[in-house]
């Protein structure tokens, strides 16, 4: 297998202004996922964080990006919006995004969803069982009936995403509440997935179902043929049938109107 190049990005906001965050990812979020996907050789790892200049997400670290996974919270805002373009081109271009918990307010989840993707939520510390609902998807590869975390927080529908092109997991949480928690969608040349279980202030990252999830979806992100998007003039002479040309032409070759 190709190696897959992965950047994992990361706020990194709350390990530094948070001690009990701090303790749980003293090396950050970004750390702890990098640390537990090492164990899969097939990966080419990065990390990138909010304060590196252009957040770590140069169009050269772009291109050379087959996966990137997002984690944000405390600063969706002050990500910059042509960064936030940059991402949301790759993706159409056929770069995987694997977005976590509270990425779902991220400036590119929100560009490439079209939505609010808002939802409700509660942070009660409560019992979250993430169902698995779609067994033979690759993403859920390795896990059993579902996941339990004795601690996370809550999130809720309803969930204002478009409907997921396939649903992998559904959280139910002791207060009642349910969650499409596993969503997949495709946006061009990219896939995309969505992962809920995350809450900074629980050691989620550090349960190794969840990280066979991430390390699922990153494999299932990864770039798969050619760019869908990529328009391309195809002449009279080259018709798979013989035709004659009728009519003005008022493009050139490029595509620009003449």
Not at 69 to 83: K, L, P, Q, R, S
Not at 175 to 183: A, D, L, T
Not at 228 to 257: C, F, M, N, W, Y
């Amino acid at each position: 297998m190709d190696p897959i190049r992965v950047t994992i990005w990361n706020e990194f906001v709350h390990e530094r202004n948070h001690a009990e965050v701090g303790r749980i990812y003293p090396e950050g979020i970004h750390g702890a996922i990098a640390s537990a996907l090492r164990a899969f050789p097939e990966f080419r790892l990065r990390t990138a964080t909010l304060r590196e200049p252009e957040h770590g997400l140069t169009k050269d670290v772009l291109e050379e990006t087959d996966v990137l996974t997002w984690w944000g919270h405390a600063a969706h805002e002050e990500v910059e919006d042509a960064v936030a373009a940059r991402v949301q081109h790759r993706v159409i271009e056929g770069m995987g995004l694997v977005v976590l918990h509270s990425g779902h307010l991220s400036k590119p989840f929100r560009r490439l969803m079209g939505t609010s993707c808002h939802l409700c939520w509660r942070e009660a510390g409560e019992r979250e069982r993430v169902w698995v609902i779609n067994p033979g998807h690759p993403i859920a590869r390795g896990i059993d009936r579902f996941i339990e975390l004795e601690n996370s927080e809550c999130y809720g529908e309803p969930f204002g995403v478009p409907a997921p092109d396939e649903q992998v997991f559904i959280s139910w949480f002791e207060g009642g509440e349910v969650f499409r928690s596993g969503n997949c969608w495709v946006r061009g040349s990219g896939r995309i997935f969505y992962f809920s279980p995350g809450h900074e202030t629980y050691p989620i990252y550090h349960n190794p179902l969840i990280q066979r999830v991430i390390a699922n979806a990153i494999h299932w992100a990864r770039p798969r043929g050619s760019r869908a998007d990529v328009p391309r003039h195809v002449p009279v002479e080259q018709a798979r049938e013989k035709i004659l040309s009728r009519g003005p032409q008022l493009h050139t070759t490029e595509g620009a109107l003449q």
